[in-house]
C-alpha cells in the first residue's frame, strides 16, 4: 500500500480515514459498522486507560465489571433513558441456530428457542447497574458507591466512522451513588475535571469545559457536563461527558437508603464516560498531512532509533552503542525501540516512523560512530540536530517534554484563533459557514430556536461554558433577551 496520503486541505474526512489505515490504528471489520483496532492503535488506547484508570482509582473509585445483556423490562424502567437509546440499540431475541432443512449446510434462528425475555445488548449500563445497586444499597453507611467499568457498548449507527462513531465502541463508564445531591453534583463536576486534566495534560489536547443544553444532555439526566474539544477542521468533538442524574434512576429501581435519623431516602446518582473516539480526537488535534502527530505522554514509542550502516560489522559496532543509550533511556522511563530490521533501508524506516507518530527519532551512522554523535529528530516541528552521544538521553529527555508543551500550545492558539463572537444571524452564518470553529453568541434559552439554528446551520449548542459570563444581550436568532454567551458549533 502506498504510504503518500491525501492532504488536509483538500479532503480532510479522507486524509483521516487513510492516516488511520496507514498508520496501522485500526481497520474496518467483517462486521456491518464495526472496526478491528490493530496492535498500535490498541497500544494508544492502552495508554489513556492506564493514565486514567490512575485518576480515576486516586479520587476514590473502584472497577467492576456488569453484564453485556440488559432484559428488556429493566432497560424500560427508566423511561427517559430507554427512549432517548431504543433507536440504537440490538436485541437479542433467540439463543440457538439449528441446521436449516430448506438450505443444507445452513444455519437458521431455532424458531423453538425464542428467549422468554428479549436482552437489549447495552449501550450504556445504568439499567443493569441501577438495578444491581438495590442489592448493594441499604443504609448511609453503603454510600458514597464509586464505581468504574471497562468495556464495550453496542449502538446501532447507520453511518460510521472509524474511532469516532462505530456500532461497537470501547469505554469506561462511572456509576456512582450518594446520599445527598450536593455530593452527587459535586461528583459530576469532578469527574469533569478530570476529563478536563487528561485532555489538556496528556492528549495536549486544549478543551471548553461546560454544560449541555436540555436538547443535548444525557437521556435520563437532570444535568450533563462536558468536555469539548476543536479539531483542525474547525468542528467539534464532545470529548468526555459527566451527568447528575438526580433521583431519576433510584425511583426507577426503588433504590434507597436508612439515612443516619433511620428516614428511607432514595439515592443520588451520576454516570460518566470517555470512549475510543477520544483516539479520534487525538488524531484530528494534531495529525498533518506526512501522518500521525502523538503527543509523548501517550505515545506507544516514545523514541526510535535507526542504524544506518553498510555490512555487518558496522551494524554491530553501532549495536553496541545504542544498547548504552537503549538501556539508560529505559532507565528514565521512556519507551524506546531500536529498528535494526535488514529488510528495509533507512529512508524508508524514518518515513513509517513519521507516519506512525513517533515523537523523537535517533539515527546513527558510520560518521557518528567515529565521532561519538547521533542525529536527533522531533516529529512535530521535523527540526534535526546533531548531539553528543554523551548527552543524548539528558538530551531527548527534555525534548519529550518540550514536545507534549509544543503541541498543547500550538492546539490551543489554534482553539482561540477559532473561538468567534457575533452578534448577528448574519455574522453567525459567515462564521459558521467560512471560518468554522465555536462561535460564541446569545440564544434565547429556548430548544425552538436552537433547533431552528441547527436546521439552518447545522451547527448545535455545544456547551454553555462554566467561565461564560453574565452579559445583557439578544439571541442572534431572535432578539429575545439572553445573559449568557454560548458555544455552538458543526460537531462531529
Not at 438450505?103 to 428467549?115: C, I, M, S, T
Not at 450518594?178 to 487528561?198: P, S
Not at 548504552?324 to 519507551?335: F, Q
Not at 565521532?371 to 546533531?386: L, M
Amino acid at each position: 500500500m502506498s504510504k503518500h496520503l491525501t492532504k488536509r486541505a483538500e479532503d480532510y474526512s479522507k486524509w483521516y480515514n487513510e492516516l488511520i489505515v496507514k498508520a496501522d490504528l485500526a481497520e474496518n471489520s467483517a462486521v456491518r459498522g464495526c472496526m478491528v483496532i490493530k496492535p498500535y492503535g490498541f497500544a494508544i488506547w492502552e495508554n489513556m486507560q492506564k493514565e486514567l484508570d490512575r485518576m480515576f482509582k486516586e479520587t476514590g473509585h473502584q472497577n467492576a465489571y456488569f453484564p453485556l445483556f440488559v432484559p428488556k423490562s429493566l432497560f424500560e424502567a427508566e423511561e427517559k433513558n430507554a427512549e432517548g437509546f431504543a433507536k440504537e440499540c440490538a436485541v437479542v431475541t433467540h439463543y440457538r441456530l439449528q441446521n436449516d432443512p430448506d438450505n443444507e449446510g445452513k444455519l437458521r434462528v431455532d424458531p423453538e428457542a425464542k428467549l422468554e425475555e428479549e436482552l437489549v445488548v447495552r449501550p450504556t449500563s445504568e439499567a443493569i447497574i441501577w438495578n444491581t445497586y438495590k442489592g448493594w444499597i441499604q443504609s448511609h453507611r453503603d454510600l458514597p458507591l464509586l464505581v468504574n467499568q471497562w468495556a464495550n457498548v453496542v449502538r446501532w449507527e447507520m453511518r460510521t466512522r472509524l474511532f469516532l462513531r462505530t456500532a461497537e465502541f470501547l469505554w469506561q463508564e462511572g456509576h456512582t451513588a450518594h446520599a445527598t445531591k450536593a455530593e452527587a453534583i459535586a461528583e459530576a463536576k469532578q469527574m469533569q475535571e478530570v476529563y478536563a486534566t487528561f485532555a489538556e495534560e496528556f492528549m495536549a489536547m486544549p478543551v471548553v469545559k461546560g454544560a449541555k443544553s436540555e436538547s443535548e444532555r444525557f437521556a435520563g439526566a437532570d444535568d450533563t457536563l462536558t468536555i469539548e474539544a476543536l479539531m483542525q477542521d474547525g468542528k467539534a468533538l464532545q470529548a468526555g461527558t459527566s451527568h447528575f442524574l438526580g433521583q431519576n434512576f433510584a425511583k426507577a429501581f426503588d433504590v434507597k437508603y436508612t439515612s443516619k435519623e433511620g428516614k428511607q431516602e432514595y439515592v443520588w446518582a451520576t454516570s460518566w464516560g470517555v470512549s475510543t473516539r477520544l483516539i479520534g480526537g487525538l488524531i484530528m488535534t494534531h495529525s498533518d498531512d506526512a501522518g500521525l502527530v502523538l503527543p509523548p505522554k501517550l505515545a506507544p514509542i516514545q523514541v526510535v532509533i535507526v542504524p544506518i550502516y553498510k555490512g555487518e560489522e558496522q551494524l554491530n559496532a553501532i549495536s553496541e552503542k545504542v544498547d548504552v543509550i537503549v538501556k539508560e533511556l529505559r532507565a528514565k522511563g521512556i519507551s524506546v525501540k531500536f529498528d535494526d530490521r535488514d529488510t528495509f533501508r533507512p529512508g524508508a524506516k524514518f518515513a513509517e516512523y513519521e507516519l506512525k507518530g513517533v515523537p523523537v527519532r535517533i539515527a546513527m551512522g558510520k560518521r557518528d560512530l567515529e565521532n561519538g554523535t547521533v542525529e536527533v529528530a522531533r516529529r512535530d516541528t521535523f527540526e534535526k540536530q546533531t548531539v553528543s552521544r554523551d548527552e543524548v538521553v539528558g538530551i531527548v529527555a527534555d525534548l519529550l517534554e518540550e514536545i507534549q508543551e509544543n503541541l498543547y500550545n500550538r492546539a490551543l492558539t489554534y482553539r482561540n484563533d477559532h473561538i468567534t463572537e457575533v452578534n448577528s444571524f448574519e455574522e453567525f452564518k459567515e462564521v459558521i459557514e467560512n471560518k468554522g470553529g465555536f462561535v460564541s453568541a446569545h440564544w434565547d434559552g429556548t430548544i425552538e430556536t436552537e433547533d431552528k439554528i441547527k436546521e439552518l446551520t447545522k451547527a448545535t449548542i455545544r456547551c454553555i461554558p462554566n467561565d461564560a459570563k453574565e452579559e445583557d444581550g439578544v439571541c442572534v436568532l431572535t432578539g429575545k433577551p439572553s445573559t449568557k454567551r454560548v458555544l455552538f458549533a458543526k460537531a462531529y
